[in-house]
């Protein structure tokens, strides 16, 4: 059996640059570093870096350092709950989510966990669904509200709510003017901000959009900043309006495909946390209360359980 100790002085040694460095970063001699490197070089059977210098790793040290933060990872967050679950005796809940969750349906469903269990840890990471997908993954979140484009192996989705994707522009642009829908080949001419929410496989215009676009952003926050900037018009989420103003126009595309089936996604053979359990319910909860006054379609029924 790997050790930990091995691993994690490892990943030390690469993320710090050297044994020197890892070694006042994990308060142990430089000497010790060394030892434990090589008890762990012996225990995987392989060199773990190309020189003694350990500026280089080998083939198998990379291979190892992808697995061993993966694992370390997954090891801080389960050590950091169970600690938790002891404290207060009801856990910990790490989350990543898409900006357009975290800001409006998140807080309110957080509200409502902590006055049944105002002790309960709970750490949030925004990000895109891509991160999300892979934070999922390599255990540094127990569970993500996100989009999965493609099914991943290991990977549970459970479908939570259905959302359009509006093009998003300033409201003195010229496509602001019209009442009809707006069509992909509208947009064609226009300078395009490219970003995370047209990455559907069904969504063929969106992806020449994309292609040709010299301008790319993955927060929400930084798409609206540059569309007000007037650089250009946009794709989002119609779940995203709750971030715009007076001089953000959200206007719904023609095309019956832009729309996107938004869920958690967790890994397949854990078991969550009870306390991730309930933060699931409590999203639920919200989800339904919220559909239409936000304008997405619920896309689980009452009851569901993360197994469904």
């Known amino acids: 059996m790997l050790s930990m100790t091995g691993l994690r002085t490892f990943v030390a040694v690469v993320e710090t640059g050297g044994i020197r460095a890892a070694a006042e970063r994990l308060h142990r ?5 060394s030892m434990t490197l090589k008890q762990l070089e012996k225990e995987i059977g392989g060199a773990l870096f190309a020189s ?6 080998s083939d198998l040290g990379d291979r190892v ?19 938790a679950f002891v404290a207060n005796r009801v856990g910990r809940c790490d989350i990543a989510s898409v900006p357009s969750v ?9 509200v409502a966990l902590r006055r049944g269990a105002p002790w309960m840890d709970i750490s949030v990471r925004d990000m895109d669904s891509a991160g999300i997908v892979d934070a999922v993954e390599d255990g540094a979140v127990e569970i993500g509200f996100g989009v999965l484009h493609q099914p991943r192996p290991g990977l549970m989705f459970e479908p939570m709510l259905r959302d359009r994707l509006d093009l998003v522009c300033r409201a003195d642009h010229p496509l602001a003017e019209g009442a009809e829908p707006i069509a992909w080949r509208q947009i064609a001419p226009r300078e395009f901000i490219t970003n995370g929410s047209i990455g559907l496989p069904r969504l063929v215009e969106a992806g020449t959009l994309a292609r040709r676009s010299h301008l790319e952003a993955r927060n929400v926050t930084s798409i609206l900043a540059m569309v007000r900037a007037g650089l250009g018009v946009s794709v989002l989420p119609r779940l995203c309006r709750t971030a715009g103003d007076a001089q953000i126009r959200f206007l719904p595309l023609e095309d019956p495909a832009a729309e996107r089936t938004l869920g958690c996604i967790v890994a397949a053979e854990r078991l969550l946390q009870p306390a991730t359990e309930r933060l699931l ?8 209360q919220r559909a239409d006054e936000l304008g997405y379609a619920i896309a689980f029924t009452a009851g569901a359980t993360t197994a469904a």
């Not at 001699?29 to 570093?33: D, E, G, H, R, V």
């Not at 003694?52 to 790793?57: D, M, N, Q």
């Not at 975290?102 to 957080?110: E, G, N, V, W, Y």
């Open 29 to 33: 001699t430089p000497s010790a570093i």
């Open 102 to 110: 975290a800001t409006t349906i998140l807080p309110q469903a957080i």
């Open 65 to 83: 350092l992808d697995e061993a933060q993966a694992l370390l990872a997954h090891y801080d967050r389960t050590s950091a709950a169970l600690h």
């Open 281 to 288: 319910d409590a999203v639920r909860a919200v989800m339904a």
């Open 52 to 57: 003694e210098r350990k500026s280089t790793l």
